[in-house]
């Protein structure tokens, strides 16, 4: 946010900037309204951080021309501005502009006028303050060596990869009142939400310089909170150790000291737009454990699976007891029915059960992120099976890994839905084009469990039974009932194959609820009971 001053001499016209123009929303805070030039010089010698002054020409005690001299005269950045002048007053604008004004309005000013200038200054500043900053970070990169080396340091260390590694050397440069051996310490990890649209919107000078700026204003917060170190590992992960102060504190400290992040990216980062989430780990005592708190720190990040992005969360320990390998098999199952018998509403209810059922399991967001796949592609393949569905396993794969790449679980239900919605409409469509006794196939696969007629299927379809019945003989060569007997042949083949079932619950999964029948026909299909085609299998 920009500091500007006003000096205006005219009670209405000061009470009108005030009301007339949103200041902050066009990225100005007003620091004083002030009557005369004597007034507004005072509040700048103590205030050298003011960025635009606003000046009327003609005041009592010292007008905006000797204010303007004055303001020149002040050391650092050139500050931005703005003249304020009436009719026939341009002798005093001409001379304003020798003096390197820029900017002069002539009064009445109007909203438009007055918010066109300061557009135009804001944009002077951001590239001032953008070409400042590059030169700061083109003195930055003399050092970057050294600090790609203790960033690697670091990650060997914190990620156990060289226990050899003696950190106490690091800390040499502090207070030697810190106690690093025995000493009590927090451990936050930031890192971007939503990183690849951040490669993907800045190019890596871009990038660097982003990082850079993120750094030193994350550095700077830090400090206020005791940090003693602080590293940014490449390419999106900023490390911070703190000392935890008392421990009645410690847990507030660390929730603070990420928001404090957050406030000030959103409050000086104008160049660029980047988001934080935040891990803090628990008290720790000893550097020697800092590995450890870093692991907290880390999986308190990625909490923001469930409490969103932008978000600061706390490591608290995984309760005891927690469902281990978890997966909602006959949720799946019915969601699974459900879409193949053309009941989306129904389908969606079990799909949001499903996932709830996911996150109250304890499971981490890895496996929820992996459990959704799979339930995912379950659902492609039985919709493949029963239905024309014209997507390729190379197009799912794609979705599949799309949804594992989601950093969050409101991300991930919205993703997985769009998926299941995108093979709901591919099937619709290519329904259009479907003969009716592709159509019919389709009913009978999705019915195979229980007793299907000619005449169900017919109506199904929307002809005459006969007229189906002709249709069905020319396409496929078989009469209804044998292909029907085929299909169910074919089907418990699969499940006798790649299920526990029993025989008798193969045949009540495509339509026999007789056990005798079911093997009876299965033998006179196949020349050999179902027990035997199993017997056959473990041989093989």
Not at 61 to 78: A, H, V
Not at 461 to 480: C, M, P, R, W
Request: proline content about 3%; some cysteine; glycine content about 6%.
């Amino acid at each position: 946010m920009y500091k500007l001053l006003i000096v205006e001499d005219e009670l209405s016209t000061r009470k009108w900037f005030t009301k007339i123009i949103n200041w902050e929303q066009n990225g100005f805070e007003v620091i004083a309204i002030v009557e005369d030039g004597k007034q507004a010089w005072e509040i700048l010698k103590e205030r050298p951080e003011v960025d635009v002054v606003m000046t009327d020409i003609r005041m009592p005690y010292m007008d905006g021309l000797e204010l303007t001299e004055r303001i020149r005269s002040l050391p650092g950045e050139p500050v931005e501005i703005v003249i304020l002048s009436g009719f026939g007053e341009f002798d005093y604008a001409q001379q304003a502009i020798k003096l390197g004004v820029r900017d002069y309005l002539l009064k009445p000013v109007t909203k438009e006028q007055l918010t066109e200038v300061f557009e135009t200054i804001a944009r002077r500043l951001d590239e001032r303050h953008l070409q400042s900053t590059k030169i700061q970070y083109a003195n930055q990169m003399q050092k970057e060596k050294a600090l790609l080396q203790k960033a690697q340091i670091y990650e060997r260390w914190l990620t156990r990869k060289d226990i050899l590694i003696s950190p106490e050397r690091w800390f040499n440069q502090f207070d030697a009142q810190l106690d690093i051996v025995n000493g009590s310490f927090l451990m936050l990890v930031a890192e971007f939400d939503d990183y690849t649209k951040f490669t993907d919107n800045y190019n890596d000078e871009d990038q660097k310089l982003c990082r850079f700026i993120v750094h030193n204003i994350l550095d700077e917060i830090s400090h206020s909170y005791g940090a003693v170190d602080s590293v940014l590992m490449p390419p999106n992960r900023y490390v911070f150790l703190l000392e935890a102060g008392s421990e009645s504190k410690v847990d507030n400290k660390g929730v603070l000291a990420g928001h404090a992040f957050q406030e000030s990216l959103n409050k000086y980062l104008r160049l660029f737009n980047v988001q934080l989430s935040v891990g803090c780990s628990q008290r720790f005592e000893g550097i020697s454990n800092v590995p450890e708190a870093y692991d907290q720190a880390f999986k308190a990040l990625r909490y923001k699976f469930f409490t969103g992005k932008g978000s600061v969360n706390l490591f608290h320990p995984s309760p005891q007891g927690q469902n281990e390998g978890f997966y909602p098999t006959e949720l799946e199952k019915r969601l699974i029915i459900a879409f193949k018998q053309g009941d989306e509403q129904g389908g969606y209810g079990l799909f949001n059960e499903f996932l709830r059922n996911l996150c109250s399991s304890g499971e981490s967001e890895d496996s929820i992120r992996f459990i959704v796949g799979e339930m995912l592609v379950n659902l492609f393949r039985q919709l493949r099976e029963v239905k024309s569905l014209p997507v390729t396993s190379e197009v799912m794969e794609m979705f599949i890994e799309e949804i594992r790449c989601q950093e969050t679980y409101v991300e991930l239900t919205e993703k997985a839905k769009e998926l299941i919605q995108f093979m709901l409409q591919s099937i619709a469509i290519e329904a259009l084009s479907l003969s009716p006794v592709s159509k019919g196939i389709e009913y009978m696969k999705i019915k195979l469990s229980r007793d299907i007629s000619l005449q169900e299927v017919a109506e199904y379809v929307g002809i005459s039974a006969s007229y189906f019945s002709t249709l069905f003989k020319q396409e496929k060569g078989y009469n209804f009932v044998d292909f029907l007997v085929r299909l169910r042949m074919e089907k418990s083949l699969e499940l006798l194959e790649r299920t526990a079932l029993t025989v008798a619950q193969v045949g009540d999964e495509v339509g026999y609820q007789s056990y005798r029948y079911f093997t009876k026909v299965f033998k006179d299909y196949y020349a050999m009971t179902p027990t035997q085609f199993r017997e056959r299998l473990k041989m093989t």
